[in-house]
């Protein structure tokens, strides 16, 4: 038997080139994955890290950018939490429209557009989902977010432990849930990546005595806490008051109190280890639930999916769902215009703390136009780079 040993070697360093490149090509796009994406802050706005308000995240990849405007009136402060959950695109993005359309009249104005930084370098694989989403703006330049995962990544923390032992209350969970940002509050200074970051939003809502607070959220639609905002009891007057004017305006909305045995959460731990009045609020998007098919860029987008509108017309679902899906920008007018209805609400109940925030687009604006013209556009100074 005779063996072409001179042809064989040539493929096989042919197989080998072909690895590395596909190596190369891999690695820089895993990488790039650690960058932020880029955002464009509107006039007024100075940034921070979160580092500032806890030095333990210096130069840990958890550490992220904080945004304030101060207007010119005095007046109290909210914060605008985006990304806890780095696959629930709506929060991240509805905070990055504040941060590049608000002007702020009254008060302060703080937003955290990517909250968990590293879980947008973090895509799960078992899920299949899409590594971006893309918007159009209005110079027909393109805007992209990642869209990440749930959890932390398991290069900032490995292994995940059977049991996650919530350190406050000793609440038992699931171990995956020790990677979950929203489980890890009030946090632990010297404890896990995950827990060192919720202590340092603590410590952000402490020092700046943060008068109320938002985490945005997105939900499946057969998620019986769908639609909703969440309150803890100190908010609960004031969530009563927004959700019924915003019902009033049309847009279908739940209110949930914050269950006082439910730790780790935002709207129960900020609530009690902090001033401010919390609130979580959820919209429905077909791409968080189980009954979904393709997990792709249109999904996350549309909000359209052939066994949801089956599941709809047999009752399944918590929420309204037609052939029209529950499109990104729907999802992000629920959430803009919540805030604003809360914002004056807010002025209304605690006058001395309001706060005013003005060119926001309203409910109808955002879904006729669109999300991506209240996008900026990337700045040659910026290069396209995060801000």
């Not at 985490?215 to 019924?244: F, G, K, N």
């Not at 001033?275 to 979904?292: H, Y």
């Amino acid at each position: 038997m005779n063996f072409d040993f001179k042809g064989n070697k040539i493929t096989a360093t042919a197989l080998l080139a072909l690895a590395l490149g596909v190596c190369v090509v891999a690695g820089r796009e895993f990488a790039g994955n650690a960058e932020m994406d880029a955002v464009f802050p509107a006039e007024g706005f100075q940034k921070k890290m979160l580092s500032d308000y806890f030095g333990g995240l210096k130069g840990h990849p958890m550490d992220t950018p904080v945004f304030v405007q101060e207007g010119p009136e005095p007046g109290g402060s909210v914060l605008i939490l985006g990304g806890t959950h780095p696959n629930e695109p709506s929060g991240y993005v509805s905070a990055a429209l504040f941060l590049e359309n608000a002007r702020v009249a009254r008060g302060r104005l703080f937003v955290i557009p990517f909250a968990n930084a590293s879980g947008f370098a973090n895509t799960l694989a078992q899920e299949a989902s899409p590594n971006r989403i893309r918007f159009a703006v209005l110079d027909g330049s393109v805007r992209t977010f990642r869209y990440g995962s749930r959890d932390t990544s398991p290069v900032v923390m490995w292994p995940t432990p059977d049991i996650y032992i919530h350190k406050s209350s000793g609440q038992e969970l699931a171990g995956n849930e020790s990677k979950n940002l929203n489980r890890a509050y009030p946090g632990d200074p010297e404890g896990t990546p995950v827990e060192r970051l919720a202590y340092g939003i603590m410590e952000l809502l402490r020092g700046e005595r943060i008068t109320l607070a938002f985490d945005l959220h997105e939900a499946s639609p057969e998620y019986p806490v769908v639609e909703a905002i969440v309150a803890h009891e100190r908010s609960l007057e004031l969530a009563a008051a927004a959700t019924m004017e915003l019902i009033g305006q049309g847009i279908d909305m739940r209110l949930e109190p914050s269950p006082k045995n439910l730790h780790g959460l935002s709207h129960r731990e900020w609530g009690d280890f902090t001033e401010t009045m919390p609130i979580l609020m959820e919209s429905a998007n077909p791409s968080q639930g189980r009954l979904r098919g393709r997990t792709d860029e249109a999904l996350a987008l549309s909000g359209r999916d052939k066994a949801y509108l089956k599941a709809a017309g047999l009752g399944r679902l918590f929420v309204p769902y037609d052939e029209n899906g529950k499109p990104l920008e729907q999802r992000v007018a629920r959430h803009v215009t919540a805030i604003n209805v809360f914002l004056e609400t807010l002025s209304l109940f605690d006058e001395p703390n309001g706060v005013s925030v003005e060119n926001m687009p309203g409910y109808g604006e955002i879904v006729e136009k669109g999300v991506g013209a209240y996008l900026r556009k990337p700045n040659r100074e910026s290069n396209g780079k995060p801000n």
